[in-house]
C-alpha cells in the first residue's frame, strides 16, 4: 500500500495511504485533500489536479501523454517542469513515498 506525501502551498505536509491501481487524484480526494479539485472525475479534461512531482520521483512516473501534456499549459497555477495531473499518476507499490506539492490554485 503505497504512501503519499501532498505538500500544501503553505509547507504543511499530509501523508495518506493509497491503494495500488487508483490514481494520486483518487487517492487525494478520497482523503480530502484540500487542493485537488479534479473536476472532471479524472478523464484528462480539466486541469484541476495539477500537482508538482518532487524531483527525485518524477523519471519514475509513466510517461505522460499528449492530452495531459496539452491540459497543463491551461492550467491556472504556473506549469512547471514537474508539473503533472494527479489523475494520471496510476498508483503502483513502487511508488510508495511519492511527495506530490500543491499549486497555489487549480481555478
Ligand atoms: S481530474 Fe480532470 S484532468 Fe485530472
Partial sequence: MPSITFIHPDGRAQQIEASV?????QAATRKDINGILAECGGNAMCA????????DWLARLPAMGGDEDALLDG????????????CQIKLAADLDGLVLSLPDRQL
Avoid: D, K, Q
Avoid at 491501481?21 to 487524484?25: D, P, Q, R
Fill in 21 to 25: 491501481g487508483e490514481s494520486a487524484m
Fill in 48 to 55: 484541476t489536479c495539477h500537482v508538482y512531482v518532487e524531483e
Fill in 75 to 86: 492550467a491556472a497555477a504556473e506549469r512547471r517542469i514537474n508539473s503533472r495531473l494527479s
